[in-house]
T-cell receptor, first 116, second 113 residues
Framework: ETGVTQSPTHLIKTRGQQVTLRCSSQSGHNTVSWYQQALGQGPQFIFQ???????GRGNFPPRFSGLQFPNYSSELNVNALELDDSALYLCASSLAGIAGVTGELFFGEGSRLTVL | SQQGEEDPQALSIQEGENATMNCSYK?????LQWYRQNSGRGLVHLIL?????REKHSGRLRVTLDTSKKSSSLLITASRAADTASYFCATPQIGGSNYKLTFGKGTLLTVNP
């Protein structure tokens, strides 16, 4: 158990819809990162939030957006869903400054999104 | 884009045998990490090796790093059925204010009882 919880665990949407995924970080961790993992692939970095602001972004379009709240929990929002958005979405928490030293990210179990 | 590439893509062995997985990467790194993922679940950090280290051990895990060849290997000794999982190497972005990992595509290890 990493102490990182994600919800929902599974969901099905149709093309064009919008989805919100939620993540509670491990106690004391102030940084949350989101990753997308397509079937058979490694996780791809979407973006990271630190102190409620986006702090780095991967190669994902603006319809992928996020929020971080004062309690460090986070949301990932995806608008105008496309079939290729079907994937496992992973949230990872860390403590800024420490992660760069220890290297370890703590992952949740993920939210499996299917877009029909 | 994928920074690391694991080899082989899939590996099937018998319980008790050793499993070796390799990872190649493209750019300079300050550390390399290995993560494990049980089928469709979250990733678990296994071990980190720094660029100035050549070998590191943790329990039944042994990791080597060759920065001149931009490659790493993960050895699992005396494998168990519970070791069945996907294994990913990951490298962090150097510099900048954020901290992100770039993962390879992974090696699917199956340990047969």
């Amino acid at each position: 158990e990493t102490g990182v919880t994600q919800s929902p665990t599974h969901l099905i949407k149709t093309r064009g819809q919008q989805v919100t995924l939620r993540c509670s970080s491990q106690s004391g961790h102030n940084t949350v990162s989101w990753y997308q993992q397509a079937l058979g692939q490694g996780p791809q970095f979407i973006f990271q939030y630190y102190r409620e602001e986006e702090n780095g972004r991967g190669n994902f379009p603006p319809r992928f957006s996020g929020l971080q709240f004062p309690n460090y929990s986070s949301e990932l929002n995806v608008n105008a869903l496309e079939l290729d958005d079907s994937a496992l979405y992973l949230c990872a928490s860390s403590l800024a400054g420490i992660a760069g030293v220890t290297g370890e990210l703590f992952f949740g179990e993920g939210s499996r999104l299917t877009v029909l | 884009s994928q920074q690391g590439e694991e080899d082989p893509q899939a590996l099937s062995i018998q319980e008790g045998e050793n499993a070796t997985m390799n990872c190649s990467y493209k750019t300079s790194i300050n550390n390399l990490q290995w993560y494990r993922q049980n089928s469709g679940r979250g990733l678990v950090h296994l071990i980190l090796i720094r660029s100035n280290e050549r070998e590191k051990h943790s329990g039944r895990l042994r990791v080597t790093l060759d920065t001149s060849k931009k490659s790493s290997s993960l050895l699992i000794t005396a494998s168990r059925a519970a070791d069945t999982a996907s294994y990913f190497c990951a490298t962090p972005q150097i510099g900048g204010s954020n901290y992100k990992l770039t993962f390879g595509k992974g090696t699917l290890l199956t340990v047969n009882p």
